[in-house]
């Protein structure tokens, strides 16, 4: 089996557990995000939008592990990120090792953008993280459904 093959079972294994972990895992949203949405359902149809988000091509997934996407949301590009972390949440974690705490956040594709620049999550970039609860979008979704 040669490296690259090695790479895209690996980048495959990443994005079974990305994709099971979207569909039920907590999500985060960015305080701009929640600011620029009308209401609690506009709330929960972009979070039932991420959860069944699968749009994903060489422009957003460039390495197959299913760890971002985008989308045009009533005129916004809205974005979502998967970061792995270690237990304690202090730095990063192989997504592969079963102890990674995998962090789902919903965003402004700006608010992404401004912290690539920033190098860090600032007050001056308006990016507070606040818990979304995943089984109320569940459960909304069921009712779609």
Known sequence: ????????????????????????????????????????YEFVSIGITVRKFDSFNIDNDAYGEHDLGTFDWNGKKIMWKIDYYDQALTGWCDPLDPKCRRVLTIMLASDYYARQCLGAVTAASKLYFTPYNASLANRAYRLRA
């Open 1 to 40: 089996m040669d490296a690259e093959q090695v790479d895209l079972e690996r980048a495959a294994k990443i994005a079974a557990l990305n994709d099971k972990f979207r569909s039920s895992g907590n999500v985060h949203v960015t305080k701009s995000l929640l600011d620029n949405i009308s209401g609690f």
